[in-house]
């Protein structure tokens, strides 16, 4: 019914005794206190506000069980400015208005590194379709895709 | 008192106009935003419901005991164990005024269910996973009744009552018959009539709008905590902190000043869908008081889509007649209206589809209309607000009739447009409604200039003949800025007068105060920049309060696009009384007399404008007045903070025109957006970075509205589409970048600020637009669009269908 | 929402230990690969496993493999790794059109080739596009016996294959054509990239005179599950690339003897009309890659 698990979340290790049932997500909400992380949908997996990076790769945290994670390293969101620097990512969210509610922000920015990262050239389309996992309901996308365009241009030079 | 040769600007960089990057924004973007699932209270309970399976059926019995020896379950209740404990809804206190039915009902279903999705019993639990586990030991025995889910058939005598209280379906009826007498109302019909009757052009045409919403991507949630001697404090997802408490006291018979309800700093989304008053919250607050224990729902995805948010459903069967001049002489249409089991607190349903006759007119000079509304009860989720209350359908239906007309005319619709607009104001509809003031030629001329239309017509023209379907769709709207109290209390129960209450410490920071529940619309930012443009501080230096009614006088909630409208305006108003203030004093302390208009307020400083050995700094200045009272002029007392009051004339608008720009493949329907266009008058933009993530946000509810969603029930009335794979939300690949204009607007004279409320009404044109265009585009075709959503199955059985009958012709 | 309790999970590092602890639960024990379907009934509670063999950890059957046999994709390789391989291209680029476009980038991450298979969604990409492929399915039992199976008769009707109960899919292994080949899978969905209501896959191999000699066609998103679509597949044979009227022709009349259902993502006619332009693209594309990869 149980399990011993050790997740390492933004580079600190979080060592629990959880129900196996536990989602991974609520492993990052509850057990590491880390609110970040959203939950948008019930169990489809297709709001995308719970994405987080697992070894690198961005992930939804509703569709894995916490036991599932045991021994691996997860980045969410509170991991992405070190310290007071934000992210590029962060600043350019801010000054392009890419977030109303910011709900979905969380999970747009993890789902956006994970695309700049991989992704060493980007367009408007190739951005909007590697933003499909992430529902936005307030803004409409554009400024989304020009912030991430903005953060992936300043890479490229 | 600094040294000489200052100068200082006229104008703040961060006031009214700047594009400022938003305040709230860097906390959200760290994950330390503070939404409602981020809050937890020591030994908090937590609650799930079971919902009913069935649309329409009896409740026979609730065997609710094995759920009650399940592992960490605290309480299991029913309907019936309530109805003894706490009071029904309708309370008076937040009902409409309008003269409908109001269904009663309690949190829990009692003797029968309504709705698939309606809450039927609820486990608390230590553990949502524990109340889940509980959910399933509960045993219902029902007996289907018949399913009343045609709002049309609805409405027949024959049909299955929903209420069966009531003598049939009907919630409510109007005819619009404004401030005329019966016997006015009635030669003003038959002259609608007649008009129709006798007019070289006329259009009439059934139009039908689907059910879908907004689904904001936070779903609800309350948590709810009850103490002997404060009452009840309870956190909760709402656009409406304040009519919410209205209505837990009611419910709980407490005293409102022992119900505190507040909306978390950040919320994931309203769009109206929190607007209203439902049933979980009252049974979250019910049993904090009874269990002495702090409890907590968190809503799944799944409840959301079953039971809140859903509108637009509508059935319009419209007339619309011109001269032979081309100006509309009369309109008429038969508009029915589906209200769910409409058992919502605070709205009740049909006063949103009120709201879509009475402005069907939009911003055209229509001088006879003979509009009937009928809103009928269904067995479906309660009709709910939904951003662009009550008006989507009704846009649809009246900016698709004025296409038709026009070409039949034989004139170009933006030309028809043009020749049929209101200039003259104050106006009046014939439904009643006002509009205070607008420029709409001047707004429309400003997308018609960007919008070439005799170069799209030569271009269509080549595309035709190339098999190819290109279209061109135009469509306006005047929306709703700020609503008016006497509307408001009809509408909602409630004043939509904003107070606000400015408080600037002895460091100079400021801090503002209402009790409104924001969901993102950036008011931290625009609030700082009236601030920073009257104060002349720092915006850094401004930071609200909200959605506290402990912390605010009454306020009616963040709906309507009050924001600019009466928010922006009443912290201008507060601030000018602080002002003058300041200057008593500061002019008492130089020993000149002067008053407000001879200093200038800038840069964080307060300047004589004739002399500039005359300044201080605001801080300085707040210091002195808040903790060194001493030596005022005559009448004045310590501290520097100021409540302000503001409601908008009556009939304040905004207006929007949009032009889309589209390509049908007809070999699968598929219809892609080219160009989206839009230009609004949002009067003075305080910042026109929210004012375009508004339109572009509101413009993309629309096309996905108009496009992918669509709540979904069958012909048993069992709701289809309540996940996310269901329910299609259009992602950033399936929509297009809006192209937006604000620089022919006009400044509203009824406020001190000039501005206009914009976020509600801009979705509004969009089925019109994009209808217009899918149809411009099959003109050879002769198809019309008239139902929606448009998805491409059903569009391509049109064009084959079409295709097949020119084929036979020839 | 919440999964029901599981009373085990295991995470085993080869697949004999996989076997035996599948053998050891019993009852309601479900391997689980990438996840991102079985977590969806496992939340929704369809599924309400006692226990959960959890093959990631299982460095033996994860990863793209080639050797003088041919290709060998282990059943616990991604869709992004597949999506984003360099060595299956025209022959098997139907693989990598299906795995760029399923979900969305984060099941990508999770999602794999051999969970889709043994799921067998109605409308899932990668069953489709290994029945066209014509892949060879290889499986243990829970004693540790070995099989081969081709994946025509290892998919069923829509969430039925032909593994056993405790049988782990180890691999797929890639037909090796006996000539020049080409394949491709399209889908149509509403929103991008959503589940299809419909998607087609195609595999083509030529002769030295670049004319079909071999053609495998199939459909996703019926009733029937992962369907061949024989009719297109006899009267592809001997015809060019360039033969475009005709293969328009024969592709519309093949679209009479599917057997399509309505719903109310689009009714029976639609579907032929998307089939129609699908099969198009797909044939087209494949004829393309085939010919491509003769340079």
């Given at each position: 019914m149980k399990a011993e698990v050790s997740i390492t979340i933004n580079g600190i290790a979080y060592s629990r005794t959880i129900p196996i049932r536990m989602l991974l997500v609520d492993f990052i909400r509850y057990e590491a206190g880390l609110t970040g992380t959203h939950v948008g949908c019930t169990f489809e997996g297709v709001c995308g506000a719970c994405t987080v990076h697992l070894d690198g790769d961005a992930i939804k945290a509703c569709l894995m069980l916490a036991v599932q994670a045991d021994g691996r390293s997860v980045t969410t969101v509170e991991g992405l400015a070190k310290g007071n620097e934000l992210h590029p990512l962060q600043v350019a969210f801010n000054q392009h208005h890419a977030l109303q509610c910011g709900f979905c922000t969380s999970g747009m920015l993890m789902s956006s590194l994970d695309l700049i990262e991989k992704n060493p050239e980007l367009s408007e389309e190739t951005v909007r379709h590697g933003l499909v996992g992430n529902i936005c309901r307030c803004a409409g996308y554009a400024n989304i895709v020009d912030a991430i365009l903005d953060v992936a241009q300043e890479r490229g030079s | 008192m600094s040294g000489s040769n200052n100068k200082l600007k006229d104008k703040q960089a961060d006031g009214i106009g700047a594009r400022l990057p938003r305040k709230e924004d860097i906390p959200i973007l760290r994950g330390e935003g503070h939404y409602f699932s981020d809050i937890a209270v020591e030994r908090q309970l937590h609650v799930m419901f079971l919902r009913s399976v069935h649309s329409h059926a009896r409740i026979l019995s609730i065997d609710t005991s094995a759920a009650s020896q399940m592992p960490g379950v605290v309480a299991v209740v029913t309907g019936a164990m309530l109805q003894d404990e706490i009071l029904a809804l309708p309370q008076a206190s937040t009902s409409a005024g309008l003269p409908g039915r109001l269904p009663t009902f309690w949190p829990l279903a009692v003797d029968k269910v309504k709705f698939h999705g309606e809450p039927?019993?609820?486990?608390?639990?230590?553990?949502?996973?524990?109340?889940?586990?509980?959910?399933?030991?509960?045993?219902?025995e029902y007996?289907?009744?018949?399913?009343?889910?045609?709002?049309?058939?609805?409405?027949?005598p024959s049909s299955p009552l929903v209420h069966e209280d009531w003598k049939d379906n009907e919630i409510f009826r109007s005819n619009y018959q404004a401030l005329r007498t019966a016997d006015e109302h009635a030669a003003h019909i038959k002259e609608a009539r007649r008009r129709i009757a006798e007019a070289p052009f006329v259009v009439k045409q059934r139009f039908r709008t689907h059910r879908c919403g907004v689904t904001a991507l936070e779903p609800r949630g309350a948590l709810a905590v009850w103490d002997n001697r404060d009452g009840l404090t309870i956190w909760m997802t709402t656009q409406r902190p304040h009519a919410q408490r209205a209505c837990f006291a009611d419910v709980l018979q407490l005293p409102l000043s022992k119900v505190r309800v507040i909306t978390p700093r950040n919320q994931g989304g309203g769009f109206g869908m929190k607007a209203s008053v439902y049933r979980e919250p009252l049974l979250v607050a019910h049993l904090a008081r009874c269990l002495r224990r702090p409890?907590?729902?968190?809503?799944?995805?799944?409840?959301?889509?079953?039971?809140?948010?859903q509108e637009r459903d509508q059935i319009h069967d419209l007339e619309l007649a011109a001269d032979a001049e081309g100006n509309l002489v009369a309109l008429a249409d038969r508009i029915v209206a589906d209200a769910g089991d409409a058992c919502l607190g605070g709205s009740w349903a049909f006063p949103i589809a009120n709201v879509g006759g009475l402005r069907l007119p939009n911003a055209y000079e229509i001088p006879f209309c003979d509009i009937e509304l009928r809103v009928a009860v269904t067995n479906k989720a309660a009709l709910c607000g939904a951003r662009g209350l009550g008006i989507y359908p009704g846009r649809f239906a009246l900016e698709r009739a004025i296409d038709m007309l026009s070409w039949k005319i034989g004139m170009e619709p933006a030309e028809f447009r043009r020749k049929n607009f209101i200039t003259t104001f104050p106006a009046r509809l014939s439904t009643g409604l006002g509009y205070s003031n607008g420029d709409f030629l001047k707004t429309f001329d400003r997308l018609i200039e960007t919008v070439d239309i005799a170069a799209f017509r030569e271009r269509q023209k080549e595309a035709w003949s190339q098999g190819r379907f290109l279209g061109l769709g135009i469509a306006v709207g005047a929306e709703v800025s700020g609503v008016d109290s006497l509307s408001y209390v009809s509408m909602m129960g409630t004043p939509s007068y904003a107070s606000v209450e400015v408080r600037v410490d002895p460091e100079g920071h400021v801090q503002i105060f209402y009790g409104d529940g924001p969901s993102g619309q950036g008011e931290e930012t625009t609030i700082a920049q009236v601030v920073a443009e009257e104060l002349g501080i720092d915006s850094e230096n401004v930071s609200i309060i909200v959605g506290d009614t402990q912390t605010s006088t009454f306020a009616p909630g963040t709906v309507a696009s009050r924001g600019a409208a009466m928010v922006l305006p009443s912290v201008a108003m507060a601030c000018r009384s602080l002002k003058k203030k300041i200057v008593r004093v500061l002019a008492h302390d130089v020993a000149i007399a002067a008053d407000e208009d001879d200093f200038i307020f800038a840069d964080g400083y307060v300047m004589h404008r004739g002399n500039s050995n005359i300044r201080l700094s605001f801080a300085e200045l707040a210091f002195r007045i808040v903790m060194k009272p001493i030596n005022l002029p005559p009448g004045d007392s310590g501290g520097l903070d100021e409540?302000?009051?503001?409601?908008?004339?009556?009939?304040n608008i905004c207006f929007g025109a949009h032009a889309a720009f589209l390509e049908v493949w007809p070999e699968t329907g598929r219809v892609k957006i080219e160009r989206y266009v839009t230009s609004d008058d949002a009067g003075v933009v305080v910042n026109p970075l929210i004012v375009e993530g508004q339109i572009q946000g509101g413009v993309v509810q629309g096309i996905s509205n108009f496009f992918?969603?669509?709540y979904v029930y069958d012909n048993q009335g069992q709701q289809m589409t309540s996940t996310?794979?269901?329910?299609?939300?259009?992602?950033?690949a399936d929509v297009p970048r809006i192209e937006m204009y604000h620089d022919a607007g006009t400044p509203n004279p009824t406020n001190p600020l000039g501005t206009r409320g914009i976020g509600e009404g801009c979705i509004a044109p969009v089925p019109g637009a994009l209808g217009n265009a899918i149809s411009d585009a099959l003109r050879p075709l002769g198809i019309e669009i008239t139902d929606l959503p448009v998805r491409p199955p059903t569009l391509f059985r049109q064009i084959d269908a079409s295709r097949q009958r020119k084929q036979q012709a020839s | 929402m919440y999964p029901s309790e599981i009373e085990g999970y295991v995470a085993p590092c080869t697949v004999q230990e996989a076997t035996e602890a599948f053998a050891k639960w019993g009852e309601e024990t479900h391997y689980i690969a990438g996840g991102q379907s079985l977590m969806q009934a496992v939340k929704s509670r369809m599924i309400r496993p006692r226990c959960l063999v959890d093959l990631q950890k299982i460095v033996s059957i994860r990863g793209l493999h080639e050797d003088g046999s041919g290709h060998r994709i282990g059943a616990m390789t991604r869709y992004c790794d597949i999506a984003s391989s360099r060595r299956l291209g025209g022959a098997f680029a139907a693989l990598v059109d299906a795995a760029s476009h399923v979900g969305d980038r984060q099941v990508r991450h999770r999602g794999t080739i051999g969970g889709s298979l043994c799921w067998n969604y109605i409308s899932a990409c990668m069953p489709v596009s290994n029945l066209a492929i014509g892949s060879q399915m290889s499986l243990v039992s829970l004693s540790g016996a070995t099989r081969e199976l081709g994946v025509d008769a290892f998919l069923g009707a829509p969430m039925e294959t032909s593994r056993d109960e405790g049988e782990i899919l180890l691999s797929i292994k890639l037909p090796q054509p006996a000539g020049r080949a080409g394949s491709a899978y399209r889908k149509w969905s509403l929103l991008t990239d959503g589940l299809p209501v419909i998607g087609v896959a195609a595999f083509l191999v030529l002769d030295e005179t670049d004319r079909c000699a071999l053609a495998r066609i199939a459909v996703t998103g019926l009733e029937s599950g992962p369907t061949r679509v024989p009719a297109a597949e006899r009267a592809l044979l001997g015809l060019a690339g360039s033969d475009r009227a005709e293969i328009e022709t024969l592709l519309k009349d093949s679209a009479s003897s599917l057997q399509i259902h309505s719903d109310e993502a689009g009714d029976a006619e639609y579907r032929k009309v998307l089939f129609r332009q699908l099969s198009l693209e797909v044939v087209t594309m494949a004829f393309d890659r085939a010919l491509g990869s003769k340079k």
């Open positions: - | 039927v019993a609820a486990v608390v639990a230590e553990t949502p996973y524990l109340a889940e586990d509980a959910l399933e030991g509960i045993t219902v007996e289907p009744l018949p399913y009343v889910g045609d709002m049309e058939a609805a409405l027949e409890v907590r729902w968190l809503e799944t995805r799944e409840e959301n889509l079953m039971s809140a948010g409540r302000a009051t503001f409601e908008s004339t009556r009939g992918f969603e669509e996310l794979e269901a329910y299609k939300i259009a992602t950033a | -």
